[in-house]
């Protein structure tokens, strides 16, 4: 029997593996794409994939099908996407919740980094800090004097504990040295009608369910949490500009893969949102809802979910929440 030297053996593995890769993405995709969505619909990530389904299955020649699986935090859908086959028909969308869930919840069953690897981040949106107009402050200057003046006596409600909208309140009193109470909710529709009637002082908002209340004068819009304003409220300044320098926090969606999907599939895949991203039809729904479409580079090794997840793990630290 011919025995070839190891290297040989070596070489000629590396050869097929990288010609299955090459046929593999020559072929891809050949059937529907799954997409799950780890959150429930009507909500922005809902609303972000099913706007994409649409132009993605005509950049990619496949129908798209979208399910949303929740549960768990999200965790139940993601772990669907974890152990999922490793060649691209499966893949999923995520949020910041992605990465708070590791500092809050004990035992989820697949690694939030090396289990995935990014497509690329869909979008971001901003969130708005508002306040009843009772509050006796017109801006985010007045606000963080009002905060210094009365410490631990303005209330500020969120969706729950170790929610995007609790941490975006602890990354505040971080950044602009204050002392406000957190009033969780089990619900964000509890937290805004509170606001709205006066019960609590003010809250961090989504862009689409503050907006109305807004310009209705319902709400005062105290200032955006992203480093630049949004086109849906281009009067209203960022947090940053308006009173607490370096502030800045956004919500994000971001299409992922199960680890190990060869990079040709990656590639093809990210080519395609990059095109479904582009297309009028995305560019009027992500503009209607102050979504600002991002198609970053495809990152098969997840740094920007490890770069997210050490800064909630930061600010999940300092707001000492806990679920368990």
Known sequence: MLSWPHWVRMALATLMTMACSVATAQDFPSKPVRVIISASPGSVVDLVSRTLSS???????????????????????TDRVARAPKDGYTLGVISNNHVINPSMIKNI???SVKDFSVVTVLGTTPLVLVAHPSVPAQN???????????PGTLNYGSAGTGTVLHLAGVLLAGAAGIDIKHVPYKAFSGMLNDVLGGQIEMGFSGLPAAAQHIKSGKLRAIGMSTATRSPVLPDVPTLAEAGVPGYSYDAWMTLVVPAGVPKPVLDR?????RTALSTPEVQQVFSTQGITAVGSAADPASTFLQAELDKHARLVKTSGATLD
């Open 109 to 111: 069953p697949f690694d």
């Open 140 to 150: 985010a200057r007045e606000l963080m004097a009002l905060a210094k003046a009365k």
């Open 269 to 273: 895949l990210h080519a395609a949102v």
């Open 55 to 77: 132009p993605l299955a005509a950049a990619l020649g496949q129908p798209v099908v979208i399910e949303n699986i929740t549960g768990a935090s999200s965790i139940t859908g």
